[in-house]
């Protein structure tokens, strides 16, 4: 019996909207940083310095463009999956233990959404699957499937 809600021939749809949905959101983050669209460069820069303001908007800018098309996206995603771990724990574990009291819920969200995109590549509607990139990811799920 199967109690899924949503067929499961839409995976990989809504795999390529994770992946969109969040390359989105992080390149958000950069243009709100490098851009001051929107603006929130001066509290930022309050509370990090121009130096790590600057590298840390670069890498969302960079990073959530290429997220969000879906070009070379798992070393991209496996890099920015360790820079979320990394923000976390300089940024808000030294605030308290619980991601709800020191605000970090967005950065290990977004470090294990990259986590997966890391193993699971860009889906389609990615440059990535254009060129072929996603043909290991595709043949690894369908013997996984074929096995189970």
Not at 31 to 54: D, E, R, V
Not at 59 to 79: C, N, Q
Request: hydrophobic letters at 55%; proline letters at 6%; aromatic letters at 14%.
């Amino acid at each position: 019996m199967d109690f899924g809600i949503i067929p499961s021939r839409y995976a990989p749809h809504l795999h390529a909207l994770l992946r969109i949905v969040v390359g989105l959101l992080f390149l958000e983050h950069g243009t709100g940083k490098i851009l001051n669209f929107p603006p929130i460069h001066a509290q930022m820069l309050n509370m990090m310095g121009s130096g790590m303001l600057y590298f840390t908007g670069a890498l969302e800018l960079v990073g959530g463009a290429l997220i969000l098309v879906g070009f070379i996206t798992r070393p991209v995603a496996f890099l920015l999956s360790g820079f979320m771990a990394a923000a976390y724990f300089m940024a808000h574990f030294p605030r308290g233990f619980f991601p709800l009291a020191n605000m970090g819920e967005p950065a290990i969200l977004y470090c294990f959404v990259f986590l997966y995109l890391a193993a699971a590549g860009a889906g389609p509607f990615s440059i990535d699957a254009l060129f072929g990139a996603n043909a290991g990811a595709r043949s690894s799920a369908s013997r996984g499937a074929a096995a189970a």
